[in-house]
């Protein structure tokens, strides 16, 4: 391997020993957002460094069963709370008590799922959805759109969710604590994030299936195909197939395997929410 006179050679050595664990900086753009704030709340998926993917690290473990401490530690107050308000009512403290209990079961599983579960199913989307960015080729124009929009829902959910904290403080601080405050927010925010996290992963393949059929528009519309045309296509297909040696083919079917391979990726990292 010949290097040129601005190659740092320790680069050049660890992009080819692994170059497909590396990110595009467009790419990276685009999840940035929802990863800033995932990992502000302890929820992120995997780190990002150096455009390099990788899962979370024992320093960000050790953060999110801090958020989860504090977290039980708010709902026990809050139980507490409503215990104390309704002692004439024994079953409204049940109530309350089992709801929020339940609460806290599922919260602590949205955490433990995210940063400690599936750390190499996590790498892998996104590994494959920056497959996808790539073999698909010019989406600069999808990128920008995506990251924008990305932008705008993450940084107006930390706004919201800053406002109703504060709001609820204000109005109820004589009756509640802040550290109820805390685990109250940061419970809700972390679903908030989570379902607009997804939503973004599912516009990613939404937008590239309606590039390729916007290509494959373009592609009938420019030949002019009539319906006596691809019928005669369609049958002779095989023979087309077999007798074909050029590898400059139509790659349709190749971004539809990959876009589904990845939307099954999705699916199956997001299946905990969904069954919750």
């Known amino acids: 391997m010949v290097l040129s006179a601005n190659t740092n050679p320790d680069e050049s050595v ?18 940035e957002p929802f990863l800033k704030l995932q990992k502000l ?9 150096d455009g390099l993917v990788t ?24 139980i507490i709370s409503y215990k104390v308000r309704f002692t004439d009512n024994r079953k409204m403290v ?7 209990l339940s609460i ?51 940084y107006s959910l930390a706004l919201v969710f800053a406002l109703v904290f504060i709001a609820s403080y204000i109005l109820t601080r004589d009756e509640f604590g802040i550290l109820e405050f805390v685990g109250a927010t940061y419970t809700l925010e972390i679903v908030a994030v989570e379902m607009f ?5 599912m516009r990613f393949f939404y937008t590239r299936v309606c590039q390729l059929n ?20 369609f049958e002779t297909a095989n023979r087309l197939i077999i007798s074909t040696v050029s590898q400059d083919c139509d790659p349709t079917d190749i971004y539809l395997k990959e876009i589904f391979t990845g939307f099954v990726l999705f ?4 299946s905990f929410q969904v069954n919750l």
């Open 214 to 233: 916007s290509q494959i528009n373009m592609h009938t519309r420019e030949s002019k195909c009539d319906i006596a045309i691809l019928s005669n296509v």
């Open 14 to 31: 660890r992009q080819e020993s692994n170059p497909n664990r590396f990110l595009d900086e467009d790419f990276i753009k685009v999840v």
């Open 104 to 154: 806290e079961v599922i919260f602590a599983g949205f955490l433990i799922n995210a940063r400690f579960c599936y750390n190499g199913g996590n790498i892998n989307l996104y590994l494959q959805m920056q497959k996808i960015d790539r073999i698909m080729g010019k989406n600069s124009p999808i990128n920008i759109m995506l990251q924008k929009r990305n932008r705008i829902t993450a």
């Open 94 to 100: 049940y109530m309350f008590t089992i709801a929020f």
């Open 55 to 78: 899962p979370p690290t024992k320093f960000h473990k050790c953060y999110t069963m801090v958020w989860l401490i504090m977290m039980t530690i708010s709902i026990l107050q809050l």
């Open 197 to 201: 996290c997804s939503s973004s992963h």
């Open 41 to 49: 709340l302890g929820l992120s998926r995997v780190d990002i460094k």
């Open 267 to 270: 699916k199956e990292r997001y």
